[in-house]
DNA sequence: GGATTGTCGGTTGTTGGACAACCCGACATG
DNA sequence: CATGTCGGGTTGTCCAACAACCGACAATCC
């Protein structure tokens, strides 16, 4: 590990100068989010552009392929580039989380959208997709009594509730929700979890198993509630979720 | 507007050629993805992959800095290009939705998001959120009233919802979903739903706004599924989703 | 010897110029 | 009127060069 020279911390380590196309990427993106030039409308071309900010063309080119990638502007050679004519960003991002606020609240939306998935494939399983759920959580069983690493399985465990759902985009994030939390975590506290892996989390796995095995939507959703809120416990995060008949 | 020349349906619209930065990340992207350069591992050159792809370096930038924006890469200047230490996509894509399918499995997962965003709000929603709610709500009336687009009230009121929450990534994920959602549908029925813009809707969204106003979490799920699934049927879609209280 | 400093080769960041491919409108031609 | 041709303008691609930067090694100094 090297150790960044903060021996003397009168001189604060200057964060990466934020480069050219990243800049004017981000300036076009939000005059076309102001509708400067309206949805259908052409952008300046990529001379003028380059002109204008001071700036040679492959830079204007680098940030306008990026915005074409985003959705934002369409490109027609020998023609010019568009603002598209719907400027809504195709995807959805979620920037690596620093504070504990931010994760906490990406954790609250994954439990939302898990316990969704696991009630749909308590309605809509196959046999063959309850079959890799029990696997997976043999295979859980396995690395608790072996001592090996469980996260393996564990993931397997919900990316085989995403697929029962049997809706691909609801798997997909699922899965992307799944991956950059645990990338955050990571981060956050190097390995620690891995280390003290508790078998505590065997009878809510088994719990939400056997929801979906039974078709039994409520209480699927309910077993991956509990499930998601003891697992941030025990990353020492508080979620506030009430079990959902509390309001009967 | 203009009329995209559909009179001889018989000719297709044909795609655009996919561009050469295009396939080219497309292929550095699958290369990663099979973990050829491992995590943390290094690129070949700019110059090295120019080459052995047979095109200019500036292709090879562009398909990069894509890369890169995608969180896939890093590159620094003066040593090369790595794969991040963690390749996980840093971003949830929702391309143009074609088949009826996509557009239902993308509207069940709106369904499930906006219930459980609902349910929050009734949970955490301030006095302000509230009014705002209800303002949307008179908007939505007026609209009827005069016979003019009652949509932009009705986003507006859905955004006040997600507001409600009290949770950024929450509610930046309903305006992803919504937004995605209004875009295609647009494209496949052009304005069609909004010139029989139903009054139908009006006790549907009342429902919900009590819900969220009686603090009444599940009330509040289900006021939005049961408006959430008529308005899919209004749009032709049928949506199988059950009341949550069904299993009992 | 050990630490600091200068130098060098390699890589990305940026620039400028050039040509090809393409679109559109204007014009000529029959 | 239909068609072909041309020219101007724009994006797509290529090339060559320099600047900024990094790692490693040699040179220097104590």
Redesign the pocket.
């Known amino acids: 590990m090297p150790t960044p020279l903060n021996d003397s911390p009168c001189f604060a380590v200057l964060s990466r100068r934020e480069?050219?196309?990243d800049e004017i990427a981000r300036r076009l993106a939000d005059e076309i989010g102001a509708g400067r030039p309206a949805p259908g409308g052409r952008?300046p071309?990529?001379?003028a552009l380059a002109g204008s900010f001071g700036?040679?063309?492959?830079?204007v080119?680098e940030a306008i392929a990026r915005l074409k990638s985003e959705g934002l502007v369409e490109?027609?050679?020998?023609?010019?580039?568009f603002v598209a004519a719907d400027p809504s960003p195709r995807a959805f991002r979620i920037e690596p989380l620093g504070a504990e606020e931010d994760l906490r609240h990406v954790l609250e939306l994954r439990l939302h959208v898990e316990m969704g998935a696991a009630a749909l494939a308590a309605e809509r399983r196959t046999p063959e997709q309850l079959d890799r759920l029990r696997a997976a959580l043999q295979a859980m069983a396995r690395a608790v009594e072996t001592q090996s690493d469980g996260v393996p399985a564990d993931t397997d465990f919900h990316h085989a509730i995403a697929e029962a759902a049997n809706n691909p985009y609801y798997r997909d994030f699922m899965v992307f929700l799944a991956e950059r939390m645990r990338t955050s975590i990571a981060v956050a506290r190097s390995n620690s979890a891995r280390l003290r892996w508790s078998p505590l989390a065997e009878d809510e796995h088994a719990a939400i198993c056997e929801a979906i095995a039974g078709r039994d939507p409520t209480a699927a959703r309910e077993a991956v509630r509990r499930h998601l809120v003891s697992a941030a416990r025990r990353l020492g995060l508080a979620l506030s979720s009430q079990p959902e008949d509390a309001a009967r």
Chains 1, 2 share one sequence.
């Open positions: 480069t050219l196309p952008l071309t990529e001379a700036v040679s063309r492959n830079v080119r490109t027609r050679q020998g023609l010019g580039a």
